[in-house]
C-alpha cells in the first residue's frame, strides 16, 4: 500500500501486486475476488472531501478472525449536536463513523465514509457539524466541518499535530481548542472560526501538556480552562480571549492535592459549576462564585461520586451523573433552589455523556449495560419518558443470553464494606469483580450525546 502526502492531502492507493486488507494494512492477492465497495478517499486542509477510485477489501486471516470474535464487531452509538431552539430534533449518532437517527428506534443513516480511522467528539452548529478524527489509529486528531446540505467535508486544521477538546463559543461561530501544532508536546490553546479555517490563531502560548478547554462565558469574553497533571491533581484557570492572559483560579493550598473535573458556567456568568474532591474523599458537585472563588458543595448528603454535569440552555436546569457502587445514577437540580431528586438508574449499566436539547425539556445520554454496547436514550425532564434512540449491533450475538451482574457487598479484613459484581453465566461458573482499586471503580458493561435539530 502506498500513502501519498501533500499539503496535508492524504491518498491511499491499493498496492498493485494486490490488495491492502483494510482491516490489518497487510499486502495481499485477492485472487480474482471482487473489490470491496468501500472507497479510499482524499481530505486537503481548507478544502473539500474527494472520493477516491480505489476500493479495499479484508484479508482471509481478518475475515476469519472476524468471524470468530463477532463481539469485536460491535458498534456502539453516541450522539452529537446542532445548535437550534426548534423543538424538533434529530439524534446525531458516532460509531465511529457519524450517522443520523431521525426518531427513537429509527435507522441509522451514514453520513461519513472513511477508512481506518476514528471519529470522535461530534459537535454540531446549524447546517454544520464538527467531529474529530485520526488515521489508522495514531490518535493524532484532527478537527473536521461535515456540511450536512452537501455531505462535504472540510479538515480544519493541520493536519499534523494532536487537537484535544474544543469548546463552542454562545451564539457565536468561533470554537477554542487545545493544540499540540506549535511543537508537538506542548498543548497551546487555539481559536478559530471554523467557516474560515484561516482564522485560526493562537490564544495563549502554554507549557507542558494536559490543557483542556472546558467552557467559554456566556458573554464570550473569558475561557474556563482544565489543567490536569494527574488523576488526583488538576487547576482551573480563566483566560481573557481579548488580551490572552491568564489568571489561577485554583491555586494550591497546603499539601492537599486537589482534582477538579470539567463543568459549565452559570447562565449569569457569575460563578460555575464543576466536580471536586477538594476537603472530600469524594468527587462533589460544587459551585464557585467568581469573585470570591469560594465553593459551595452541593451534593455532600451523596457520598458517591459526581461523574458528569451539562446545564440546560436557560440555565433553570442542572443534570448530573453519579457512581453509586459502580452504577450509573443521573439527577436532575433547580439552580434556583439547589435542590435535586433522582430521575433515572440505568438498570447495572454506566450512563454518560449527558446533554440538553435548545428546548430546555430533552436531557441526551448514552448507557453502557452487560447487555448491550453503547446506546443513546432521551430523557423528558417533564414527564419523565425515557426513550431509546439505538440499538447497536453486537456482531450477530444474542445478548439476551449475556450474564446481567449480581450486585452483591461484603466485609474486608478490616471491616469495611467492599461492593462488587457477581457473574453467573453457567452452570459451575462463577465471576466476582470487586467494584473498585482504591482510585478507580470497575463498572459493569461509545460516542458523545448532544442534539439535532430537524422536523421528524
Given at each position: ?447 458523545i450525546p448532544s442534539w439535532i435539530s430537524g422536523k421528524k
Amino acid at each position: 500500500m502506498r500513502v501519498y502526502e501533500t499539503s496535508a492531502s492524504y491518498f491511499a492507493e491499493p498496492d498493485p501486486s494486490g490488495f491492502a486488507c483494510r482491516i490489518c494494512n497487510d499486502n495481499f492477492h485477492s485472487g480474482g475476488a471482487e473489490r470491496s465497495r468501500e472507497p479510499a478517499g482524499v481530505i486537503q486542509a481548507g478544502r473539500q472531501s474527494v472520493v477516491g477510485k480505489y476500493s479495499r477489501r479484508a484479508c482471509g486471516d481478518c475475515r476469519k478472525s472476524q468471524s470468530v470474535w463477532r463481539g469485536a464487531q460491535r458498534r456502539p452509538a453516541g450522539l452529537g449536536t446542532r445548535e437550534s431552539a426548534n423543538a424538533d430534533w434529530h439524534a446525531l449518532c458516532r460509531l465511529p463513523e457519524i450517522h443520523l437517527v431521525k426518531m427513537p428506534g429509527g435507522d441509522r443513516t451514514q453520513l461519513t465514509f472513511f477508512l481506518i480511522a476514528r471519529t470522535a467528539g461530534t459537535l454540531a452548529r446549524r447546517a454544520t457539524t464538527y467531529f474529530t478524527k485520526d488515521i489508522g489509529g495514531g490518535e493524532w486528531f484532527q478537527i473536521y466541518r461535515y456540511d450536512i446540505a452537501n455531505g462535504n467535508v472540510t479538515l480544519l486544521t493541520d493536519g499534523k499535530s494532536t487537537q484535544y477538546r474544543r469548546s463552542f463559543a454562545h451564539n457565536d461561530n468561533r470554537i477554542a481548542y487545545s493544540s499540540t501544532r506549535r511543537t508537538g508536546q506542548d498543548t497551546d490553546i487555539w481559536v478559530m472560526d471554523p467557516t474560515n479555517p484561516k482564522s485560526d490563531k493562537m490564544l495563549l502560548q502554554l507549557e507542558g501538556g494536559g490543557w483542556d478547554v472546558a467552557d467559554w462565558s456566556p458573554d464570550n469574553k473569558n475561557c474556563w480552562l482544565l489543567r490536569e497533571f494527574l488523576p488526583n491533581q488538576s487547576y482551573l484557570w480563566l483566560a481573557d480571549v481579548a488580551t490572552g492572559e491568564k489568571k489561577l483560579l485554583t491555586p494550591k493550598t497546603g499539601g492537599e492535592e486537589v482534582a477538579y473535573g470539567g463543568g459549565t458556567f452559570s447562565k449569569d456568568g457569575k460563578g460555575f459549576y464543576t466536580t471536586t474532591d477538594r476537603e472530600s474523599e469524594f468527587q462533589r458537585l460544587a459551585y464557585f462564585d467568581l469573585t470570591t472563588m469560594k465553593p459551595t458543595y452541593l451534593t455532600t448528603d451523596i457520598k458517591w461520586d459526581v461523574d458528569d454535569v451539562t446545564l440546560s440552555d436557560d440555565g433553570k436546569l442542572l443534570a448530573f451523573v453519579t457512581n453509586e457502587d459502580g452504577i450509573s445514577k443521573v439527577y436532575l437540580m433547580n439552580t434556583a433552589s439547589g435542590k435535586y431528586h433522582p430521575v433515572c438508574r440505568p438498570a447495572y449499566g454506566t450512563g454518560w455523556g449527558t446533554e440538553f436539547h435548545k428546548n430546555n425539556r430533552d436531557l441526551g445520554f448514552v448507557v453502557t449495560s452487560a447487555r448491550s454496547t453503547s446506546d443513546v436514550y432521551s430523557l423528558d425532564v417533564v414527564s419523565s419518558k425515557v426513550e431509546r434512540w439505538t440499538s447497536s449491533e453486537t456482531g450477530g450475538l444474542n445478548t439476551a443470553a449475556f450474564a446481567e451482574p449480581q450486585l452483591i457487598k461484603w466485609q474486608s479484613f478490616d471491616g469495611k464494606t467492599i461492593s462488587g459484581f457477581l457473574y453467573m453465566p453457567g452452570r459451575n461458573q462463577v465471576s466476582r469483580q470487586a467494584a473498585g482499586d482504591g482510585q478507580h471503580s470497575w463498572r459493569p458493561g461509545g460516542a458523545i450525546p448532544s442534539w439535532i435539530s430537524g422536523k421528524k
